[in-house]
C-alpha cells in the first residue's frame, strides 16, 4: 500500500510540475490562482487525496493499518499512530489543499464526508475487535476522522480544533499502544478475553490506560475533551449539525470501546495465573507516566499566551489559504 500511496503522490507531484513548471510551493500557488481551477487540477487534487489519504488511512483508504499495528512493536506502533500517519499523511495533504491548491467547498465537503464515514466505521469496527492492538488502530482511523473533519471545514476554529487533535491524539495513542506493549510483555497475549484484573498487578500500566481512554472520549478535563469540544463547535458555528452530531456519537461510542478495554484487561474476573504477572520495569513505565501528565496538561495549549506561540502560527498558515504565496514571494 506505501507503494501505492507513493506511486500517487509522486504522479500527481509530476502532472502538477507539468503545468506549473516549478516545484516551489509559493510558486506553484501563485500560478494555480492566476489560471484558476480546472479539471487538471481537480484529477491533481484527487490523487493527492488518494495518495495521502493512504498514508494517513482515512476511509476507505485504511485497509492496511489494522495488519500493520499488530506485526509492529508497540514502540513502533506508537510512533506508526502517534507521529508518521499524521504528519506524512495529514499535515502533508493539508499544506498542499490549503496553501497550493486551495481548499474548493467540493473538496471541503469531501473530506468531511470521508472524515464522518472514518469516524463512526472506525469506531464500530474497533467495538467488534479484542486483539488489543488491533483494536487501537481501528480506533485510529476514527480519531483522524475528528482531525479530517475539523481541517474540512476550512474555518478558524475548526481548523485549531484539527490541529489541536492532531498532537492529542499524537500523545494519548502513543500513550495507549505503550499500554497494550507493556501488556503484551507482562501477560504475554494482546486478546482481550484472557485478561482480567491486571490493576492490582500492573498498576502503573492500568492508570495510566484509564487516563489514556478518558482523553480519547472526551472526557474533561482531558486534553481530548478540548480538541473534540473546538470541532463540534466550529461544527455548530458553520450550521454543520449533522456532522456535530456525528462527532458526539462517535465520542460516545469511543467511550464505551474503551469501558470495554478497562472492563476486560484491568478490572474484570482475575485471569488465570494472576499471581504470576508484574508490573513492567521503569525504562519501560516512566515514558507511560510522562505522556499520561500530558494529557492531563495539554490543554494548557489552549490558554492565549501558549496558543499564540503554538497553535495560532499553523492555523494562520492555513487560514491565509493561498495568500501563502504572497507571504512567501511578496507582493
Same mark, same amino acid.
Given at each position: 500500500m506505501g507503494s501505492v500511496a507513493s506511486g500517487m503522490i509522486l504522479l500527481g507531484i509530476a502532472i502538477l510540475y507539468s503545468y506549473v513548471g516549478t516545484l516551489n510551493m509559493a510558486d506553484a500557488a501563485r500560478i494555480i490562482a492566476i489560471s484558476g481551477s480546472n479539471k487538471l487540477i481537480l484529477f491533481v487534487s484527487s490523487l493527492f487525496l488518494m495518495g495521502f489519504g493512504l498514508k494517513a488511512a482515512i476511509m476507505p483508504f485504511h485497509a492496511w493499518l489494522p495488519d500493520a499495528h499488530p506485526s509492529a512493536p508497540a514502540p513502533i506502533s506508537a510512533i506508526l499512530s502517534g507521529v508518521l500517519i499524521k504528519v506524512i499523511g495529514v499535515y502533508a495533504l493539508v499544506r498542499i489543499l490549503f496553501n497550493i491548491i486551495g481548499l474548493?467547498?467540493?473538496?471541503?465537503?469531501?473530506l468531511m464526508i470521508l472524515a464522518a464515514i472514518s469516524m463512526i466505521a472506525g469506531v464500530l469496527l474497533a467495538l467488534g475487535q479484542w486483539d488489543l492492538k488491533r483494536l487501537l488502530a481501528y480506533c485510529s482511523i476514527s480519531q483522524i476522522g475528528y482531525?479530517? !473533519? /475539523? =481541517?474540512?471545514? +476550512?474555518?478558524? !476554529? /475548526? =481548523?485549531?480544533? +484539527?490541529?489541536?487533535?492532531?498532537?492529542?491524539?499524537?500523545?494519548?495513542?502513543?500513550?495507549?499502544?505503550?499500554?497494550?506493549?507493556?501488556i503484551d510483555y507482562s501477560v504475554g497475549t494482546r486478546d482481550l478475553q484472557k485478561m482480567g484484573g491486571l490493576s492490582e498487578k500492573m498498576p502503573i500500566t492500568g492508570n495510566t490506560s484509564l487516563i489514556a481512554s478518558m482523553s480519547i472520549a472526551g472526557i474533561p478535563p482531558f486534553s481530548g475533551f478540548w480538541s473534540k469540544l473546538i470541532i463540534i463547535l466550529a461544527c455548530i458555528q458553520t450550521r454543520h449539525f449533522i456532522f456535530a452530531f456525528i462527532a458526539v456519537l462517535d465520542s460516545i461510542l469511543t467511550l464505551v470501546l474503551f469501558l470495554k478495554v478497562q472492563r476486560y484487561a484491568f478490572w474484570g474476573k482475575p485471569m488465570i495465573n494472576i499471581d504470576k504477572i508484574k508490573e513492567v520495569p521503569k525504562f519501560m513505565s516512566i515514558p507511560m507516566i510522562i505522556l499520561a501528565v500530558l494529557c492531563c496538561v495539554m490543554g494548557l495549549l489552549l490558554l492565549p499566551q501558549v496558543r499564540l506561540l503554538v497553535l495560532d502560527p499553523a492555523v494562520e498558515v492555513l487560514k491565509n489559504g493561498l495568500e501563502y504565496s504572497k507571504l512567501v514571494l511578496g507582493g
Open positions: 474548493t467547498v467540493t473538496f471541503s465537503y469531501i482531525i479530517i !473533519l /475539523g =481541517i474540512g471545514l +476550512g474555518t478558524p !476554529l /475548526g =481548523i485549531l480544533g +484539527g490541529l489541536f487533535h492532531l498532537f492529542n491524539h499524537s500523545v494519548f495513542k502513543s500513550l495507549l499502544f505503550l499500554n497494550s506493549g507493556s
